[in-house]
């Protein structure tokens, strides 16, 4: 009996000195660097690109803008198709370590591009990578969190993201009143991606694999030692039977297609994704963080006053994002959507109405300032953490590669289609017009969330699959 006191007490604090904690940190910190550089390679070309304009070698007009701009949007839709297909196959933490890769050589080549031509097809590379992470980064954090932390680990991507481009704007502003007669300035911005892709590529060799990968490939051994080290001793056990019991219930089934779409209930959950990503984008977010100084000049700021007053709108971008965080395992998902659609639509509304009736060279940048400060709050609080928790909470785990690629390609063409054609719009609706325009979308993303979406907190990711059957 003594004996068996003694080893039960030694378990215990073996257990208790058992800290995954600080590996779950660790997978978190180095895998959403890849959310770092997606934040970043969209930010950067807010500055860069009015220097961009202005280059002897690009010389852009209206329409190449939006086409240097959304060159890397299309990449990332392609790259968001295919990422989750290749990470199904090869692995979440080896298609992480080629992503850091492709962001590099990609940094470099439009660093060095001597023409439109050039910058063009590396942004379009650079965008393979940055949808790629948007679906493998995501995924992969689901699979190694707790059912219970999923949301807030989840959501240090979208905190990654959105620090990564307050970084762009911070850089920008720096590079740009400091270097801003250089002819080359803009190369100089670009330039600084390559540091966090080297991290990235270097911190991924210290990261376990998926488990839930792991078990899908039969490697149950590794799968458990893997959710040993970041899960207590008895839960490791307790996972790995419900991962198994799934995967055995997944081999039983045929194995995903596109042709699936036919079945009901896939074809349901994949089209709620897919809207869902969309409207996320129709409501106007990368507008700002693509052309936001372009916008800000137009309200009256000079160009290197609107780049400084950038950073403002970063850092709200941030701060919103970690109170967002903070709310994702206290707050429901459609909860927290509807609010910020609501917070959004209204304040498109307001950005609209002011910029037909404001005095637009005294009042109107620093009004507008406010209202984008505004804009930001609401969407980086509620609607991005909101929106990529749920695509990455709403797929079982055969599906999710799939869904989610699908889900996010759809996000992606409709983020390449904004950036394209925003220049030209802008031209042709002026400032009232166009956010206007993204008002009307996100009243529609309101009723659609409001009738559509599951809710997805709280509940494993078995029983969500079993909730999507049991609606269509």
């Not at 051994?221 to 080290?229: D, G, I, S």
């Not at 990503?277 to 963080?289: D, E, P």
């Amino acid at each position: 009996m003594e004996n068996a006191k003694a080893n039960s007490a030694e378990n215990l604090e073996n257990d208790k000195s058992h800290k995954p904690e600080r590996l779950l940190r660790l997978i978190a910190v180095i895998s959403t660097f890849g959310g770092m550089l997606f934040g970043y390679d969209t930010g950067v070309i807010n500055g860069a690109l009015p220097f961009m304009a202005k280059s002897s070698q690009l010389n852009l007009n209206a329409y190449t803008e939006g086409f240097v701009t959304s060159a890397l949007l299309l990449g990332a839709a392609l790259g968001s198709l295919v990422g989750g297909r290749l990470s199904d196959n090869k692995g979440r933490k080896k298609m992480i370590g080629y992503l850091a890769i492709l962001f590099f050589f990609a940094t470099i080549g439009c660093v060095l591009s001597p023409n439109v031509t050039t910058i063009v097809i590396f942004r379009f590379l650079l965008g393979l990578a940055v949808g790629g992470a948007s679906v493998i980064v995501p995924s992969y954090l689901a699979e190694m969190s707790p059912f219970e932390r999923r949301g807030s680990l989840v959501n240090q991507n979208e905190f990654m993201i959105v620090s990564g481009q307050f970084l762009a704007y911070v850089f920008n502003a720096i590079i740009a009143n400091t270097f801003g007669d250089v002819g080359a300035v803009w190369r100089y911005m670009l330039a600084i991606a390559t540091i966090p892709a080297i991290v990235l590529w270097i911190g991924v060799h210290f990261l376990p694999e998926s488990p839930r990968w792991l078990a899908i490939k039969g490697r149950k051994t590794e799968a458990l030692h893997v959710l040993q080290r970041i899960r207590s001793k008895v839960t490791a056990e307790q996972e790995l039977k419900e991962i198994e019991n799934n995967v055995k219930a997944e081999r039983q089934t045929k194995k995903v297609t596109l042709k699936d779409l036919g079945v009901p209930w896939v074809r349901k959950l994949v089209l709620i994704g897919l809207v869902v990503g969309a409207v996320s984008q129709l409501v106007g977010i990368n507008s700002i963080v693509y052309y936001g100084t372009q916008i800000l000049s137009s309200a009256g700021f000079g160009t290197k006053a609107a780049l400084s007053a950038n950073v403002a709108n970063g850092l709200i971008a941030v701060i919103a994002t970690i109170i967002g965080m903070s709310l994702m395992n206290k707050v429901n998902r459609r909860k927290m959507l509807l609010i910020g659609f609501t917070g959004v639509t209204v304040t498109l509304v307001l950005i609209g109405t002011f910029s037909q009736v404001v005095n637009e060279f005294h009042t109107l940048p620093f009004v507008m300032l406010a209202l984008m400060g505004l804009y930001l709050a609401f969407f980086q609080m509620l609607i991005g953490p909101g929106v990529w928790v749920v695509l990455a909470e709403m797929f079982p785990g055969y599906l999710r590669g799939m869904g989610m690629g699908v889900a996010t390609l759809f996000l992606w063409m409709v983020n390449f289609l904004v950036g394209l054609l925003f220049p030209s719009l802008l031209n042709v609706l002026g400032l009232s017009g166009i956010f206007f325009l993204f008002a009307a979308f996100g009243i529609f993303a309101l009723i659609f969330v409001a009738k559509y979406l599951p809710e997805t907190r709280g509940l494993t990711l078995e029983q969500i699959e079993n909730m999507a059957k049991n609606r269509a």
